[in-house]
């Protein structure tokens, strides 16, 4: 865990902030490649995920870049409540969302909103080795596109594309992008989910492939989290333990009613900080971390939100 200080908090445009994290003894942080996050706890007890935004060759600061959500729950509003000064828990870079294009090769970069965060370390990365890409930043305003100012006076400016809905003129068109795209191409998108959805879904309808395809959530859709099922057991096969998971808690929170404290981030099957491995019966996934097939297999699942489509689940604990 990293003891960080908040140096400066700026607006980076309407409604979200940036925040730069250091050493409050001024030394290097620990590296991270492009894609990584940060877990930031926060003084409440909350903990959130936010990308680090700023080069990956940097090692004096963390950038983070913050929306607030004003239907969230809490933990963006107590973010832009920090006062520059403040000192916070930060634990080291995480990376779920790599840069995975071989060399010489293409990389599209598709953001939507505060998505940007993690595609715009990656742009820096891609333009530091000299690799081909380009980068598509959609947002509902130019006055809520972030880094907006940041990306036209980056030397990699040539490869930015900006589309603001409010815009005039022709918007942007992601069946067009894809049809000129090479076959050995990879495409990166993150931003809301029916952002991300469009994106892929014209991905998969251009004959682009799955393998080719990545994508990072902020958050697990409203459908995945909002629903309420009938109650079930969980065994703990390493102490026999029987508890029983009610149709309104999770299962983390029926083990925590038992004493069984599970390491939780995120509480919606986002970051996989709590993945735990089953040995019987199958899971109802409700995460967004793993894969489909990874899903098919009931191997594991995430037991901050994930429930149980058999009575009884008997997880490795």
């Known amino acids: 865990m990293l003891r960080l200080q908040l140096q400066r908090k700026e607006r980076l445009a309407d409604g979200i902030a940036g925040f730069t994290l250091v050493d409050p003894e001024g030394g290097e942080l620990p590296a991270f490649a492009a894609g990584a996050h940060v877990d930031v706890h926060l003084p409440s007890g909350r903990i959130r995920q936010y990308s680090l935004c700023n080069p990956p060759a940097e090692r004096r600061r963390y950038l983070l870049g913050v929306q607030l959500a004003a239907q969230g729950r809490g933990g963006s509003a107590e973010m832009h409540g920090l006062e520059e000064g403040a000192l916070l828990q930060v634990g080291e870079p995480r990376n779920l969302f790599p840069l995975v294009t071989p060399p010489g090769r293409t990389s599209v970069l598709l953001a939507g909103g505060i998505g940007i965060t993690p595609l715009l370390g990656m742009a820096h990365e891609l333009a530091a080795a000299g690799e081909d890409f380009v980068l598509h930043y959609r947002a509902r305003s130019a006055a ?57 879904a014209a991905a998969r309808a251009a004959g682009i492939g799955e393998a080719r395809l990545h994508r990072e959530y902020f958050s697990a859709p409203a459908d995945e989290v909002a629903r309420e099922d009938g109650a079930f057991v969980v065994r703990l096969a390493q102490t026999g333990l029987e508890v029983e998971v009610g149709a309104e808690e999770s299962v983390a929170a029926a083990l925590a009613r038992a004493g069984v404290e599970l390491p939780l981030a995120c509480g919606q099957g986002v970051c996989g900080t709590c993945l735990t491995p089953v040995l019987e019966g199958r899971p109802e996934h409700r995460d967004i971390f793993m894969s489909a097939e990874e899903h098919a297999l009931n191997r594991s699942f995430t037991p901050c939100c994930s429930r149980s489509h058999t009575p009884l689940l008997v997880l490795d604990l």
Request: net charge negative.
């Open 144 to 200: 809520r596109q972030a880094v907006r100012e940041v990306l036209q006076q980056a030397d990699f400016a040539a490869r930015v594309s900006l589309h603001a809905d409010d815009a005039v003129g022709p918007g942007f068109d992601p069946v067009a992008l894809y049809a000129g795209l090479l076959a050995e191409s990879h495409v990166y998108v993150c931003g809301p989910a029916g952002f991300m959805e469009a994106m892929l």
